[in-house]
Nanobody
Framework: QVQLVESGGGLVQPGGSLRLSCAVS????????MGWFRQAPGKEREFVAA????????DYADSVKGRFTISRDNTKNTVYLQMNNLKPEDTAAYYC???????????????????WGQGTQVTVSS
């Protein structure tokens, strides 16, 4: 059984920063691409960022480019999402997910992922 556990969410003021972590257990982490999605109340889950198994390729939603950075540490079975210059519209539950794919076609879509975490809440408000 694969388990993904997110942490690092919280309340932050506009312009602030947070770093989310996602710890993966239960299988070989280094062979999976990893992604972050978010879902605000009443909205569909949307793609935020993805990283291939080697970390050599990353992809971002236009809305977070230049502000968010995805990275991974395969020695710790952990993927990170550094979020800078946060805006109120970034408020959402953030989910990490593991995928068998490396293509951006699949990594940009929720159905491209096999395993999901429970989510961590990020609230950006003054």
């Amino acid at each position: 059984q694969v388990q993904l556990v997110e942490s690092g969410g919280g309340l932050v003021q506009p312009g602030g920063s947070l770093r989310l972590s996602c710890a993966v257990s239960g299988r070989t982490f280094s062979s999976n691409s990893m992604g972050w999605f978010r879902q605000a109340p009443g909205k569909e889950r949307e793609f935020v960022a993805a990283i291939t198994w080697s970390g050599g390729s990353t992809d971002y939603a236009d809305s977070v480019k230049g502000r968010f950075t995805i990275s991974r540490d395969n020695t710790k079975n952990t993927v990170y999402l550094q979020m800078n210059n946060l805006k109120p519209e970034d408020t959402a539950a953030y989910y990490c997910a593991a995928s068998r794919y490396a293509s951006s076609y699949f990594l940009g879509r929720p159905r491209g992922y096999d395993y999901w975490g429970q989510g961590t809440q990020v609230t950006v408000s003054s």
